[in-house]
């Protein structure tokens, strides 16, 4: 994995949706290998809206399908997901900028921003991004925010730790945490 110039990733905001019987937009999903196991890439016409590791795609299938009822999810590959695995593997200065079309909260969705801006091989405290939005008490909901990341590795949660300068929670597992963090060159005891 290489260096993610985080000026390659922005979010734009999914606002909700009314429903009148029927789908309301497309989600188009895939399965595919990266180098730290099977993920979930799902997009929408604007950019990625999901990307979680997989560990059985009945039950990815059916996370993603709880996490947008209002959308038609069909299995297809595209080009915006193939963009996301080569940042992922790939990334460097050249790589093809990516949208990340996300829903949440005007807080998780700032917290999601100063993830983005975490340098590469670097870490942080839930403390110290909570002080970078101006709101030092705010430790807790920031690490639940974090935890609510819907775009794996490329809002880089797993760049977040305790305070202690220990490696803390996963939503996808601290094995994979701390694999992601070796091959950027961390290593936390």
């Known amino acids: 994995m290489c260096t993610l110039p985080?000026?390659?990733?922005?979010?734009?905001?999914?606002?909700?949706?009314?429903?009148?019987?029927?789908?309301?937009?497309?989600?188009?999903?895939?399965?595919?290998?990266?180098?730290?196991?099977e993920i979930i890439i799902a997009s929408t016409t604007t950019g990625i809206c999901y990307l979680a590791f997989v560990d059985g795609r009945d039950a990815a299938q059916s996370r993603l399908s709880r996490l947008f009822p209002d959308a038609d999810?069909?299995?297809?590959?595209?080009?915006?997901?193939?963009?996301?695995?080569?940042?992922?593997?790939?990334?460097?200065?050249?790589?093809?900028?990516?949208?990340?079309?996300?829903?949440?909260?005007?807080?998780?969705?700032?917290?999601?921003?100063?993830?983005?801006?975490?340098?590469?091989?670097?870490?942080?405290?839930?403390?110290?991004?909570?002080?970078?939005?101006?709101?030092p008490k705010a430790y807790r909901a920031v690490g639940n925010a974090v935890g609510d990341n819907p775009v794996a590795v490329l809002i880089p949660c797993h760049r977040v730790i305790l305070s202690s300068g220990g490696m803390g929670g996963y939503r996808w597992g601290v094995h994979r945490k701390a694999a992601i963090l070796r091959r950027e060159g961390v290593v936390i005891n």
């Open 6 to 37: 985080h000026s390659l990733i922005t979010i734009e905001r999914m606002f909700p949706v009314c429903r009148h019987g029927g789908s309301v937009f497309t989600v188009d999903y895939s399965f595919v290998e990266s180098p730290f196991g």
């Open 73 to 135: 999810c069909r299995e297809l590959s595209n080009e915006i997901h193939r963009d996301a695995l080569r940042l992922i593997t790939q990334a460097d200065s050249t790589s093809t900028p990516l949208t990340l079309h996300l829903r949440g909260t005007d807080f998780q969705l700032a917290v999601w921003e100063t993830l983005l801006k975490i340098p590469f091989g670097q870490l942080k405290t839930y403390g110290e991004i909570a002080a970078a939005l101006h709101r």
